[in-house]
């Protein structure tokens, strides 16, 4: 079964906490992604990685980390400096040179 | 310059009738427009895509409609069915340079009523 998997579904975050969401993905592509989705705001570019090893700050980058050890992973960090961590968590690959981006199932982050 | 503008944010409509989200650009180095359709608490899928060198794309009842001059694009969702309501979102991106991100508009919000 190929695709995109994202955990946990739902995420609680204590203030002053670090928390990691977890992207995988199977489908072999070079590029991912992770977008941050709040209502009426449509969906906002945190990093995004084109290759192991290296990737990029997007639109709204402070208070997030990220890593790109392995092809199929991209764990996203959301660190105690986000203020405002409250969201819908996207993300998303693609291969290069290929149009279709693919999404996860998204991981709904809390503040306790 | 990397901004997609969507409109309407909202949108309502009587079942059997057709949906009309648009959207631009400004970006004239964009080569790829698609459609997202996302239903609550899942991920986007992609619906429908056009590149411009055509100027219509249909799939079932969805259409693209693409005017390369006015740098806009529209999604038209003929004999609209509940099960179409959704936040649909439109993007813009180019496949020639690599896995660049696309840039996608803010959503539109479709509700289909009986």
């Known amino acids: 079964d190929g695709g995109i998997t994202q955990s946990p579904k739902y995420l609680f975050r204590k203030e002053g906490q670090n928390v990691t969401l977890s992207c995988e993905q199977n489908?072999?592509?070079?590029?991912m992604y992770w977008y941050r989705q709040d209502p009426g705001q449509g969906l906002r570019l945190i990093y995004y990685?084109?290759?192991?090893?290296?990737?990029q700050k997007g639109d709204i980058a402070e208070g997030y980390s990220v890593s790109r050890e392995k092809k199929e992973s991209f764990p996203l960090t959301v660190t105690s400096a986000q203020k405002n961590p409250t969201a819908f968590y996207l993300c998303?690959?693609?291969?290069?040179?290929?149009?279709?981006?693919?999404f996860g199932p998204g991981t709904r982050l809390l503040v306790l | 310059q990397q901004q997609v503008k969507q409109s309407p944010q909202s949108l309502i409509v009587q079942k059997g009738g057709i949906s009309i989200i648009n959207c631009a650009y400004e970006?004239?180095?964009?080569?790829?427009f698609p459609w997202y359709q996302q239903f609550p608490g899942k991920g986007p899928a992609l619906l429908i895509a056009?590149?411009?060198?055509?100027s219509e794309k249909k799939e079932g009842r969805f259409t693209i409609s693409f005017n390369k001059s006015a740098k806009q694009f529209s999604l038209h969702i003929m004999d609209s069915q509940p099960g179409d309501s959704a936040t649909y979102f439109c993007?813009?991106?180019?496949?020639?340079?690599?896995?660049?991100?696309?840039?996608f508009g803010k959503g539109t919000r479709l509700s289909v009523i009986a």
């Open positions: 993007a813009a991106g180019s496949v020639n340079s690599g896995n660049t991100p696309l840039v």
């Open positions: 998303a690959s693609r291969n290069r040179g290929q149009e279709t981006q693919y």
């Open positions: 489908l072999n592509h070079d590029a």
């Open positions: 056009i590149r411009p060198d055509v």
């Open positions: 990685s084109q290759i192991v090893n290296d990737f």
């Open positions: 970006n004239t180095a964009f080569d790829y």
